[in-house]
C-alpha cells in the first residue's frame, strides 16, 4: 500500500464531494430566493450568502487543481532523477 493512500482517499471523498456542487448552490439559490421573495431575507443578505458560498466553492475546487498540477509536476520530477 502507498504511503500517501489515506491522504489520496481523503482528497478524491473531498473532490466527490465538491462534485455536487452545483446542486448545492442551486438549492441554496432556490431557498434563499423563496426566503427573500416572502421578505423574510433582505437583498444585501441574499447577494452576501449567495456570493459568499458560491466564491468559496469555486475557490476550493481551484485549490484543488492547482495542488493537483503540482503534484504531477513533482513526480515528473522525481521520476527523470531516479532514471
Known sequence: ?????????????????????????????IVSTKLLLMKL?????WCTINGGVISTVCAIRE???????????QNEESRNLMV
Open 63 to 73: 485549490a484543488f487543481k492547482i495542488a493537483r498540477v503540482k503534484s504531477d509536476t
Open 1 to 29: 500500500m502507498k504511503e500517501n493512500f489515506w491522504s489520496l482517499a481523503l482528497q478524491k471523498f473531498v473532490e466527490n464531494l465538491l462534485s455536487v456542487k452545483v446542486w448545492i448552490i442551486f438549492g441554496l439559490l
Open 41 to 45: 431575507m433582505t437583498g444585501t443578505e
